[in-house]
């Protein structure tokens, strides 16, 4: 009698613990997979940032190079002024100068909606 329930009590423990086992497997396999999507996610996401940080450098060279074509035309403007004589001649200048800032203006809105269009889709 004693020999029975202890061959009941091996085989339910047996069992229990291959349940168990059986569950920490599945557990494993799901969290392997959890961990395969979330590194994919993440790489993607090095790629999108590489992707940015390379437009955002590009637009800072774009930029550099709009701010130093709009000092080297208000340089140019400064000294046209110096030299103007007549009424009629500032007159000139006052919408020369009025044109370098439209441009400057119009450059800066371009440069934040080609940003935008290229890295917002």
Same mark, same amino acid.
């Given at each position: ?55 955002? =450098?590009? #637009?800072?060279?774009? !930029?550099?190079? %709009?701010?130093?074509?709009? *000092? &080297?035309? @208000? =340089?140019? #403007?400064?000294?046209? !002024?110096?030299? %103007?004589?007549?009424?009629? *001649? &500032?007159? @000139? ?13 119009? *450059? &800066? ?13």
């Amino acid at each position: 009698m004693v020999r029975i329930i202890a061959t009941v009590l091996v085989v339910v423990s047996a069992y229990f613990y291959g349940f168990h086992q059986g569950q920490n497997k599945e557990e494993l396999k799901n969290a392997r997979t959890q961990i395969s999507a979330l590194e994919r996610t993440i790489e993607e996401f090095k790629v999108k940032q590489t992707s940015d940080a390379v437009a955002l =450098s590009e #637009l800072r060279l774009a !930029e550099s190079a %709009s701010r130093d074509e709009l *000092d &080297r035309m @208000r =340089s140019q #403007l400064a000294d046209i !002024e110096r030299m %103007s004589k007549t009424d009629t *001649d &500032r007159e @000139r200048n006052r919408c020369l100068s009025l044109a370098v800032r439209y441009k400057e203006a119009v *450059d &800066r809105a371009d440069r934040a909606i080609k940003f935008c269009a290229e890295n917002h889709k």
